[in-house]
């Protein structure tokens, strides 16, 4: 049933907002100095890598770059990525994603290997269930670019408070989603504002 809804929506979402995709794709060519879309592996269901399809919204390198983060003020976000950030279209290839199988609308958010490496097993169960666009983690921290602005150590403090809870977040979806609930988180995440 979850995956039937996944392939009828994000063939009606790929199809309706295929129009913004190509004017987003335009407006990056024009005025960004960076590859139209971004993919970066990541551990999708049952540990399975996958490639995740979004906008770029940011340039290759940057002198200061060294943390897996990215914190609203990253040097190295373009001033187009900052819209798309904001709005969070730079998410609409995600839709290709879901449509192939390799995420759902709603499910934890794909991990990349550097944090899911850092969980024991039991903290990996989320890993069961497919990976989504959106989750109850992705509601809550929606803003979290702006949380780790004014913390000394963003790392060190997204790795001790954000990422447990986030595990802990996932580990209830997998014990308590249902397809009312993933409706009411996609309606949640569409109408929540922006940031």
């Known amino acids: 049933m979850k995956r039937l809804f996944d392939i009828i929506f994000s ?7 295929s129009p913004v995709m190509v004017i987003v794709s335009i407006i990056i060519k024009i005025f960004s100095q960076t590859p139209i879309i971004f993919k970066q592996k990541r551990i999708g269901l049952n540990e399975k890598y996958f490639y995740l399809y979004k906008f770029c919204t940011m340039s290759k390198g940057h002198p200061s770059n060294t943390s897996h983060l ?3 003020n990253n040097p190295r976000i373009t001033k187009v990525g900052q819209i798309l950030r904001k709005w969070k279209l730079d998410e609409l290839p995600s839709l290709f994603n879901v449509f192939k199988g390799d995420m759902s609308f709603v499910g934890p958010r794909p991990w990349v290997e ?9 903290e990996k169960k989320f890993l069961k269930i497919r990976p989504g666009i ?6 809550k921290y929606a803003n979290e670019e ?3 602005l004014d913390k000394e150590n963003p790392e060190e403090y997204h790795d001790k408070y954000i990422l447990p809870d986030k595990v802990k977040l996932n580990l209830l979806y997998l014990k308590n989603n249902n397809m009312l609930d993933d409706l009411l988180i996609i309606f949640k995440t569409i109408f929540r504002g922006n940031y």
């Open 70 to 72: 990215t914190i609203q």
């Open 146 to 148: 702006y949380m780790l």
């Open 11 to 17: 063939t009606i979402g790929i199809i309706i907002l």
């Open 134 to 139: 959106t989750s109850p983690a992705t509601l």
């Open 114 to 122: 550097y944090y899911i490496v850092k969980l024991t097993e039991e």
